[in-house]
């Protein structure tokens, strides 16, 4: 077990932290919690969890094995640095960059100066470093926040993750109900898929969900009440070259006949239609369609209006709630990404 911290997006107080865990959880990494603070999350846990994270995580901005905790006085920092020993994390002949990420009201100038005396300090303490910038084999890490420095070493360079790339506006079929690439990121992440589970959307839309799950390598299933959505759906898909099953349907009555995990972002009537009906009647329908595909202990993440009766739904349907964040779109909406656990 190691010392590893990540960094986290600052996009919202909660889900970042709750996707991280879930992966680690879904992954059966064993770890312990050491610390929270700000943006960023202390565990004690396997090395190899690195790059799972990166390649599964949307929310969490990099990883690192922790090499030295501190205050955040720029003195301070400076003569710990000259003192740390980095062989834990790095080897004679190297290629080495460092860089320092600022949480919160941090000045820039402090940066450039802390870069420069993280570099210095490991090429002095381990002899023949090379310093890289643009190829580096180690990057090294500081994290300045107000509150603290932690300094942090990463095999290769920070992930790509494509999210600009895959952005709704850049696919074939765009509908103005398309959910956020890292929120559906997330909330694939937050229904624990493993291995090579099916990951079922019943209400896919566009397919952002099930472009995540694919691009993370989970089998794909989804539909749609709408043809023009079905069709668009697998248009998009095709474009990132995945393969899903997918049906004109009604997700009150589905023709799937399985799934491991659900993640949806069902209708409530505004944007996306609900062909009619009361949105809650859908929802009613869905959780008991819900409770037929999965089996016991696994988990369906959905996105739905907060104020709804979502718990009391999925608690009659044998669904217990085991997490929910409230994430702010605006004046006239607040979303609660739910996760519930079929017992
Ligand atoms: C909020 S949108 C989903 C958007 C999707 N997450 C995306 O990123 O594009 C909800 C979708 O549910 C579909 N829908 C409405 N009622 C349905 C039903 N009974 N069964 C299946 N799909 C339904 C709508 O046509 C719409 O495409």
Redesign the pocket.
């Known amino acids: 077990m190691d010392n590893i911290f990540f960094v986290l997006s600052g996009e919202h107080p909660t889900l970042p932290c709750a996707e991280l865990r879930s992966v680690l959880d879904a992954e059966s990494f064993n770890y312990t919690l050491l610390d929270k603070m700000h943006q960023v999350v202390r565990l004690r846990v396997d090395e190899s969890a690195l790059p799972v994270i990166d390649a599964r995580c949307g929310l969490t901005r990099a990883g690192c094995l922790e090499i030295a905790l501190m205050e955040p006085n720029l003195e301070r920092i400076s003569r710990t640095l000259r003192r740390l020993s980095f062989d834990s994390v790095l080897r004679k002949g190297d290629r080495i960059a460092a860089r320092v990420i600022r949480l919160g009201r941090v000045s820039g100038e402090k940066i450039e100066r802390l870069e420069e005396e993280i570099g210095t300090a490991a090429v002095s303490n381990i002899p023949g470093l090379n310093v890289d910038l643009r190829k580096p084999q180690v990057l090294l890490i500081g994290v300045l926040a107000e509150e603290f420095f932690i300094l942090g070493a990463r095999k290769g360079p920070l992930p790509k993750k494509g999210f600009f790339e895959r952005r709704p506006r850049k696919r074939p079929f765009f ?1 103005a ?3 956020s690439v890292k929120l ?1 990121r997330c909330m694939v992440n937050l229904a624990r898929p493993r291995d090579d589970d099916l990951v079922l959307d ?8 099930l472009l995540e799950a694919g691009l993370m390598g989970f089998r794909v299933a989804g ?4 043809r023009r ?1 079905v069709v668009g759906c697998a248009e998009n898909l095709r474009h990132f070259d995945l393969d899903p099953a997918l049906v004109l ?4 009555q589905t023709p799937f006949r399985i799934a491991d995990v659900i993640v949806t ?3 409530y009537g505004r ?5 009619g009906l009361a949105s809650c009647e ?1 929802l009613r329908a869905f959780f008991q369609e819900a409770s037929r595909l999965l089996m016991k202990g696994r988990h369906i993440c959905l996105a739905y209006p907060q104020g709804s009766k979502l718990k009391e739904i999925g608690l009659e349907s044998g669904f217990a709630l085991i997490e929910s964040h409230l994430l702010y779109v605006h004046s006239s909406l607040t979303r609660e990404i739910a996760v519930f656990c079929k017992g």
């Open positions: 509908h109900t398309v959910m559906s019943p209400f896919c839309g566009t397919g952002s969900i539909g749609d009440v709408k959505m349907h009604d997700a009150r972002d069902p209708p944007a996306a239609t609900t062909m859908i």
